[in-house]
């Protein structure tokens, strides 16, 4: 735009010269009447040249785009979950919860069983009552008798046949009362007795072994209180029936005594001071070289106890087969 506008100057400019070179060339009055009209002239095409020069510009038009317009895709539109409701829904099952079945009671479930290892480390040659309702005495406990082939104490074999006999009744459900536990102590026939009275017992069992000056002597019986020292006489007799039956039965060890291996005493302070039912086995001969050996191997121990857990087991049993 500013150089169209010096062009049109100078074009004026010229113009101008023009006309006064021709008022002092050529008559002045003529040419003062053309130098007006030049002057006119070249005024009004300035102005048009310089109206042009300085109308807007008009920026170039850009050519046409053929524009084809397209079908818009239409946008997924969301999909209804439609839930048909049947007319007979199916019901899920509804398991019923089976009642947890109640485990089996054990053999002998909350019986109370005493158990009397006989004997002890220490004798106590000091006397006491061998029943309530006598003056007779006697010693209060004794050390019993000895192996004569292992020289092993007699109160040893009867604590280690007691504990394992112990852990079979547990196994069992049964509750059980031992008077020891240890050999060294010093506990009378009459305090195991009243212990088993305490305890209420349903059985108290008595583990000894047996010796004889007579060394051929050989196997086990057993020993029951007599009828008048006793309110259990029956329940005794049957005990003892059935514990020396599975004894020998399990050990191979003979069956002594007349009766079945039973024989009925009086002279037991450890029976006569005990108002619950109570037996008494004699499990050998330590006297007799043969069953020393046997009484005192702990592989032979393990039947010696199984047999007369048995023989418990078939006595709490029997009425209910």
């Excluded at 852990?167 to 305090?191: H, K, P, W």
């Excluded at 009828?227 to 039956?245: P, R, S, V």
């Excluded at 046997?294 to 418990?312: C, K, V, W």
Aim: charged fraction near 15%; hydrophobic fraction near 35%.
């Amino acid at each position: 735009m500013q150089n169209s506008i010096n062009t049109h100057s100078c074009c004026i400019n010229i113009l101008i010269d023009f006309c006064v070179h021709l008022v002092y060339t050529i008559n002045m009055k003529k040419m003062l009447v053309m130098g007006i009209v030049f002057c006119l002239l070249a005024a009004s095409v300035g102005c048009k040249c310089l109206a042009v020069s300085t109308s807007p510009t008009t920026e170039p038009t850009a050519e046409p785009t053929l524009h084809i317009p397209t079908t818009p895709t239409p946008s997924p539109s969301p999909q209804a979950v439609v839930i048909m409701a049947s007319s007979s829904p199916t019901s899920t099952p509804i398991s019923t919860p089976q009642p947890t079945p109640s485990p089996e009671p054990l053999l002998l479930d909350g019986l109370i069983i005493g158990i009397d290892a006989g004997h002890q480390k220490h004798s106590n040659s000091d006397c006491e009552q061998i029943c309530p309702d006598s003056p007779q005495t006697k010693s209060k406990v004794s050390s019993g008798t000895r192996g004569i082939q292992t020289r092993i104490y007699e109160y040893e074999v009867n604590l280690d046949v007691a504990l394992i006999l112990r852990d079979l009744l547990e196994a069992s459900g049964a509750i059980v009362v031992m008077v020891r536990t240890d050999n060294d102590v010093n506990i009378s026939n009459q305090e195991r007795a009243q212990l088993f009275n305490n305890a209420n017992v349903d059985l108290a069992v008595r583990l000894h072994c047996n010796g004889s000056d007579d060394h051929s002597n050989r196997g086990a019986f057993m020993l029951i209180p007599d009828e008048a020292h006793t309110d259990w006489y029956n329940e005794n007799l049957e005990a003892a029936t059935c514990i020396i039956g599975s004894y020998c039965e399990l050990t191979g060890l003979t069956m002594r005594g007349a009766s079945n291996g039973i024989t009925e005493r009086d002279d037991q302070t450890g029976f006569n001071w005990c108002n619950r039912p109570i037996v008494n086995i004699e499990m050998g001969h330590m006297t007799n070289a043969d069953e020393d050996i046997l009484l005192t191997d702990p592989d032979f121990q393990q039947l010696m106890a199984r047999g007369i857990y048995d023989g418990i087991a078939e006595y709490f049993t029997k009425g209910q087969k």
